[in-house]
């Protein structure tokens, strides 16, 4: 199974400040057809995962612009531009390039 | 609008079976994947099955497989995971997931909590 490594697991920001999280894979995840298929999800406390970003860059309908997400191969990162109060919660990277698709431990971002 | 809702979860003892309903709308359900994924109390999310969007094709994370089984009813708009043999280390959140066609899920359900303990 591949492997997703994220970190920090915990990050704690200033709100408006910029934050950043990595995700490494065990492998890459660059599919025979060609995509990446490594996305993004934020879960807050209590509520379902919602998607940020898929195939590394894409930004999901509806998803601010302060997301962006970039890396190819094995290293993956989602930086926030400005991080707002409604950002806080736990961030998943995933990966949908082999079966089963595997998601990394999370990373924990709250506010200072 | 898209709406995943999830059923069937309750408390269950080891070696019992459940089946979890995912009741889907707002969007044409036959055309897509579907996935469950879980997540224990405190923990992180797991992928749990798939199914493609005529039923003919599944897969199921080793953890599950033989045990549970993920199937759908496109006349009904209804996702469903068949449960059995369960273990306590089965107690989880459920989620219904759709999958997007470009290898990310886009819309979760509420989840459905499954309890196994005696």
């Known amino acids: 199974d591949i492997v997703l490594t994220q970190t920090p697991l915990s990050s704690p920001v200033t709100l408006g400040q910029p934050a950043s999280i990595s995700c490494r894979s065990s492998q890459s995840l660059v599919h025979s057809d060609g995509n990446t298929y490594l996305s993004w999800l934020h879960q807050r406390p209590g509520q379902p995962p919602r998607l940020l970003i898929y195939k590394i860059s894409n930004r999901f309908s509806g998803v601010p612009d302060r997301f962006s997400g970039s890396g190819a191969g094995t290293d993956f990162t989602l930086k926030i531009s400005r991080v707002e109060a409604e950002d806080v919660g736990v961030y998943y990277c995933m990966q949908a390039t082999q079966f089963p698709w595997t998601f990394g431990q999370g990373t924990k971002v709250e506010i200072k | 609008e898209v709406q995943l809702v999830e059923s069937g979860g309750g408390l269950v003892q080891p070696g019992g079976s459940l089946r979890l309903s995912c009741a889907a709308s707002g969007f044409t359900f036959r055309s897509h994947w579907m996935h469950w994924v879980r997540q224990a109390p405190g923990k992180g999310l797991v992928w749990v099955s798939r199914v493609n969007s005529d039923g003919s094709g599944t897969t199921h994370a080793d953890s599950v497989k033989g045990r549970f089984t993920i199937s759908r009813d496109n006349a009904k708009n209804t996702l469903y995971l068949q449960m059995n043999s369960l273990r306590a280390e089965d107690t989880a959140v459920y989620y219904c997931?759709?999958?997007?066609?470009?290898?990310?899920?886009?819309?979760w359900g509420q989840g459905t909590l499954v309890t196994v303990s005696s």
């Open positions: 997931a759709r999958g997007n066609g470009e290898g990310a899920t886009d819309y």
